[in-house]
C-alpha cells in the first residue's frame, strides 16, 4: 500500500515563501505524475501544479512565475516551493501521485493535505 503525506504547511505574510514536502511510503517503484491541488473554503478543489515523469511541469496562470515543482526520484519525494504568497493562496494544499509499486500495479494516492494561510 502506497502512502503519501503532505508537510511544510503554516501561516506566512503576503509576500513571504513556503516549501511543501510530499512524501511517499510503502512499495513505490517509481512516480510517473504528480500534482498539487488547493481547495479553499466553499471552492471546488483545483490543480495547481504538476509534474511529469520526464520533469515536464505545468502550471496554473495564477501561480507561475512564482511557484515551483520539482522532484526527487531517489527520495520518491515531490515539492512545491511557493514564494511571493497572496493572500488568495490561502487553502488546504493537497498532492495526488501516480505511479507504480514494486508489485507492479499501479497507484493513485491523495495525501490528507497541509494548510497554508497567507495572513498579515
Known amino acids: 500500500q502506497v502512502q503519501v503525506v503532505e508537510s511544510g504547511g503554516g501561516l506566512v505574510q503576503p509576500g513571504g515563501s513556503l516549501r511543501l514536502s510530499c512524501e511517499t511510503s510503502?512499495?513505490?517503484?517509481?512516480?510517473?505524475?504528480m500534482g498539487w491541488y488547493r481547495q479553499a473554503p466553499g471552492n471546488q478543489r483545483a490543480l495547481v501544479a504538476g509534474?511529469?515523469?520526464?520533469?515536464?511541469?505545468l502550471y496554473v496562470d495564477s501561480v507561475k512565475g512564482r511557484f515551483a515543482v520539482s522532484r526527487d526520484n531517489v527520495k520518491n519525494t515531490v515539492y512545491l516551493q511557493m514564494n511571493n504568497l497572496k493572500p488568495e493562496d490561502t487553502a488546504v494544499y493537497l498532492c495526488?501521485?501516480?505511479?507504480?509499486?514494486?508489485?507492479?500495479?499501479?497507484?493513485?494516492?491523495w495525501g490528507q493535505g497541509t494548510q497554508v494561510t497567507v495572513s498579515s
Open positions: 495526488n501521485l501516480m505511479g507504480l509499486t514494486r508489485e507492479l500495479v499501479n497507484f493513485d494516492v
Open positions: 510503502g512499495s513505490v517503484s517509481s512516480i510517473s505524475a
Open positions: 509534474i511529469s515523469r520526464e520533469g515536464r511541469t
